[in-house]
């Protein structure tokens, strides 16, 4: 199944602890994303790696850390876990920068819920 | 400032009923718009763009400059058209941004 994957889909935890999400994709792209979605549905880009190069960081406090080891995997770790993290949390990826089309291709989705 | 707004959360629509779901957009640039759409347990996806000016599961949108507006249109509503849409703009290096989204319900 050629996809963007996730890891993992639920994820439950108390307020100050660290934690990743896993994010892989087989689709043979160069630009992976992460976006939030809040509790209203809202979509925020976070950050886009184009071959592991960090190219684009939005206004995500520093306890957000995102890792590119190869342009397939993104993880994403987040240190200090607050109330306000709580979201579903979304990789996508794309074709690279220059035959980009726009279409962005999502992964199902990591729900993290803080206590 | 980029800006994508979609004014309505819900549209309820009865099967057979026509559909507008509304997106405007703030963009000081040439913009580049689309339509994504979530089905129900299912991962969001492209459903249009505006450049390709294509019809999708007899879904339109056109772009209009002078109004700012990307409305998503289709005829006639069916109950498989129940999901939630967003409207998104291409604002450079492959960022896009989205609006808060539709969520669109086709009652039999």
């Known amino acids: 199944d050629t996809a963007v994957s996730q890891t993992p889909k639920y994820l439950v935890t108390q307020m100050g602890n660290d934690k990743s999400i896993k994010c892989e994709q087989n689709?043979?792209?160069?630009?992976m994303y992460w976006y939030k979605q809040d509790s209203k549905k809202f979509l925020k880009i976070m950050f886009s790696?184009?071959?592991?190069?960090?190219?684009i960081n939005e206004t995500v406090p520093n306890r957000f850390s995102p890792k590119s080891p190869d342009k397939a995997h993104l993880n994403l770790h987040i240190n200090s876990l607050e109330l306000g993290d709580s979201a579903v949390y979304f990789c996508?990826?794309?074709?690279?920068?220059?035959?980009?089309?726009?279409?962005?291709?999502f992964g199902e989705g990591s729900r993290l819920t803080v206590l | 400032a980029q800006r994508v707004t979609q004014p309505e959360k819900l549209l309820s629509v009865f099967k057979g009923a026509p559909v507008e779901l509304k997106c405007n957009y703030s963009?000081?640039?040439?913009?580049?718009l689309f339509w994504y759409v979530q089905y129900s347990r299912q991962r969001l996806q492209l459903l249009l763009r505006h450049i390709s000016r294509e019809s999708i599961k007899g879904f339109t949108a056109d772009l209009n400059k002078g109004e700012t507006s990307f409305h998503l249109k289709k005829p006639f509503a069916q109950e498989e058209d129940s999901a939630m849409y967003y409207c998104a703009l291409r604002t450079g290096f492959q960022k896009l941004v989205f609006g808060t989204g539709t969520r669109l319900l086709v009652s039999p």
């Open positions: 963009y000081s640039g040439s913009p580049e």
């Open positions: 996508a990826s794309s074709q690279a920068l220059a035959k980009a089309t726009g279409e962005l291709f």
């Open positions: 790696y184009n071959n592991k190069e960090l190219i």
């Open positions: 689709l043979g792209h160069d630009t």
